[in-house]
């Protein structure tokens, strides 16, 4: 009877016990947070019993908010806070160092915490390497998931590549990397998500833009997210003079610093029909998502992370507004979209994106069409549905 119940027991997904580790400020305006905790809400809610240890740092910005309430996450979990030396951004001159020092501090905190737990059917799991170091060291299971790689991988990646009991990779360009260091049945593509739940009300054109004070005589061309220079907002920000005098390109989100760029970038090039409008909660995106007309995804080609590795939580969200989407023709966007989603132009090309953008808004595609198809295949992208997955593979390499 006894070996009857460990059987059973062993066989439900309610015993799989993980702990997320995670190098990052949370609450963050970055969307790495929001990946990261629904991530973890969604693997919480598939029945796993999960932690989440980050590092204690001095989180000015987000100070005394509870992330689950930031997060809006209905699925609770134990968010552990190790000591770190927190000098992100305090060496001038030399500004890694400064994430260099923290994330070795961070290692140092998770290895003196890996003495005290329970490592019985524990599982480890990180997007971050340094913190992977002491599980390594007492030779634990976990699983890496991998965002970016440059093209020389320093030796611990190498290292995690090896001794991971499998890797996660959020592109198929990621996966395609990875398989030059290990076999490929050590990896699996996990795509990003989103939270369908936020686009359940589908607000119309109308009724969002006169809850943001948007004119309704003006026709809008939206970008949201960050202000990276591999995200190519400049260009669309470029292709904004090639448009027509009634139609206004609205960037929302960014960090302090980056927005503050852009809008001196904006006056220096005297972008008129460009306007920033600030960074917005998370739960505010759908509404600014519904006044557009156009969505334009304009990810530059320069850059590896943008061509081949990224899965940008923005491209989901688009998909889920129900809103006309124009991308840069890019490997890493062709592995959602096709032609029937979105309309595609020449990547950094502010002249041939204006021109798309221009036959969207005089109806010379059926966007209707594009926006229902887009929406359609959104829904295999839920966090749950990536939770699902990632637990699956789990249980298969352990």
């Known amino acids: 009877m006894t070996e009857l119940l460990k059987f059973n027991f062993n066989s ?42 980050l590092p204690k740092r001095n989180n000015l910005m987000f100070k005394n908010i509870n992330p ?13 806070y190790l000591d770190c030396w927190d000098t992100v951004g305090k060496f001038k001159f030399f500004p890694g160092l400064g994430f260099y020092l923290e994330s070795k501090t961070f290692a140092f905190s998770v290895g003196r915490e890996l003495k005290r737990v329970d490592h019985d059917d524990l599982i480890f799991y990180s997007r971050d390497t340094y913190p992977l170091v002491p599980v390594m060291k ?26 991971a009991r499998g890797v996660v990779a959020i592109s198929k360009g990621l996966v395609s990397e990875v398989n030059k260091y290990i076999s490929g049945k050590k990896v699996f593509l996990s795509p990003d998500g989103v939270d369908l739940s936020f686009f359940a009300d589908n607000i119309s054109k109308q009724e969002a833009r006169r809850e943001l004070g948007i004119p309704e005589g003006k ?57 920033h409008l600030g ?8 509404k600014y998502l519904a006044v557009a007309d156009v969505l334009v995804l304009p990810n530059s080609a320069k850059f590896e992370i943008s061509k081949y590795y990224t899965s940008p939580l923005k491209l989901f969200e688009y998909m889920a507004a129900r809103r006309p989407i124009v991308a840069s023709d890019l490997p890493s966007l062709r592995e959602v979209l096709d032609e029937s989603m979105a309309v595609f132009f020449v990547p950094d090309d502010p ?16 966007v209707e069409r594009l926006a229902v198809n887009a929406h359609g295949k959104v829904q295999k992208y839920s966090w749950s549905a990536r939770s699902a997955g990632i637990i699956s593979f789990i249980k298969k390499m352990t």
């Not at 969307?31 to 809400?41: L, N, P, S, V």
């Not at 002249?351 to 059926?366: F, H, N, T």
Request: glycine residues 6%.
């Open 219 to 275: 026709k809008i061309v939206l970008y949201a997210g960050h202000l990276y220079a591999w995200k190519g907002a400049r260009i669309l920000a470029q292709a904004s003079v090639s448009l027509d005098s009634d139609t206004v390109v609205c960037f929302v989100g960014g960090t302090d610093s980056d927005i503050s760029e852009f809008r001196d970038f904006i006056k220096r090039s005297e972008l008129d029909r460009v306007k």
């Open 138 to 163: 007492r030779r634990l299971p976990f699983f890496y998931e991998i965002h970016t790689l440059t093209k020389n991988p320093s030796r611990i990646i190498k290292r995690v590549f090896k001794e």
């Open 68 to 80: 689950f309430e930031y997060y809006h996450l209905t699925a609770k979990f134990r968010i552990r």
């Open 279 to 286: 960074r917005v909660k998370h739960e505010e995106i759908p």
């Open 12 to 53: 439900l997904i309610f015993f799989m016990r993980i702990i997320y580790i995670a190098n990052v400020r949370i609450p963050t305006e970055k969307a790495h947070g929001i990946q990261i905790m629904k991530t973890c809400e969604a693997l919480v809610g598939a029945g796993v019993g999960l932690e989440l240890w």
């Open 351 to 366: 002249i041939d994106l204006a021109r798309k953008i221009r036959s969207v808004l005089l109806g010379e595609i059926p």
